[in-house]
């Protein structure tokens, strides 16, 4: 009984961000949950590395090497994304960046390319994969939200517009589709070592102060991420959807 709510063997996964950080955390346990996982980021030999790594460990696995800012590609992302496996019964949106610009330094061209990768590619690359989704009356869609959809913080003004606009875009994305029986909610990270937060983690007494403020008192590892994924995922979540779930050790409780 257990064991069937949080299965995922017979699904189909795609995962965003599969070549670096919590995507590749996410779609290699994914893979090792049974579930058949479509990788998809821009390097080619990152994503090969996660396949081999998951088929050595029994799972199935493939690459989709994608630049997700070019829009052609993610309209037409389904049919590339089903060829491995199948149509994705579950989408996770882990692809993103924050280029840390100070707000004086922002340009129109960077807060639209922080925009474009972080909130727009999450929206237009599901709703290409929900139509399959709707036809099975299941699927799941899983966003990354962040710390800064509720707290600001410095030289990121345009990565916490977007991570405002994830969490909204979760609760519209669950009013649209949750009657079809796709439920779309958003983990919501604290701070996790990852190529992303390399510059943070360099700075001791950032990563100190990041620490004291969660609740645990320590910052994130990638194996935090993979329960709250794959209760997501999972049928264990059957009621759940419009919802932003921290895994933050509490930082945002304080
Ligand atoms: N680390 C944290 O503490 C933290 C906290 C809160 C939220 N998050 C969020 O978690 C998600 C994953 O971040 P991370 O920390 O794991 O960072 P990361 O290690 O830098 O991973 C980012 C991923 O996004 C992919 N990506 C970026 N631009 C892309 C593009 N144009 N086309 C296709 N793929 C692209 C990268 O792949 P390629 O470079 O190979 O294309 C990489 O796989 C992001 O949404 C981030 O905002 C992270």
Do not use: H
Not at 90 to 110: C, K
Not at 117 to 128: K, Y
Not at 219 to 240: E, M, Q, T
């Amino acid at each position: 009984m257990t064991a069937a709510l949080f299965a995922l063997a017979d699904r189909v996964a795609c995962v965003t961000g599969a070549s670096s950080g919590i995507g590749r955390a996410i779609a290699g346990a994914f893979a090792r949950a049974g579930a058949a996982v479509v990788g998809v980021a821009r390097r080619e030999a990152k994503l090969r590395d996660w396949v081999a790594e998951s088929e050595a460990a029994g799972g199935r696995a493939a690459a989709c090497a994608l630049d997700l800012a070019d829009g052609s590609a993610v309209a037409g992302a389904a049919a590339r994304l089903s060829a491995p496996f199948g149509a994705p019964d579950i989408l996770v949106n882990a692809a993103g960046i924050n280029l840390r610009e100070s707000a004086d330094a922002v340009t129109p061209e960077s807060w639209q390319e922080t925009l474009e990768i972080n909130l727009s590619v999450p929206f237009f690359l599901a709703r290409a994969l929900v139509p399959a989704m709707r036809d099975r009356g299941w699927g799941r869609v899983i966003n990354i939200a962040s710390l800064q959809s509720e707290r600001a913080m410095p030289n990121s003004i345009a990565y916490g517009a977007s991570k405002g606009g994830v969490a909204q875009l979760t609760r519209a994305m669950a009013e649209a589709w949750s009657r079809d029986g796709i439920a779309c909610n958003a983990l919501a990270p604290g701070f996790f070592p990852t190529e992303l937060t390399a510059p943070v983690f360099e700075n001791e007494a950032a990563v100190a102060r990041n620490a004291a403020q969660t609740c645990i008192g320590r910052n994130g590892r990638d194996d935090d991420l993979v329960g709250p994924a794959i209760f997501l995922a999972s049928p264990a979540s059957d009621y759940v959807t419009g919802q932003v779930l921290f895994v933050d050790g509490g930082f945002t409780a304080k």
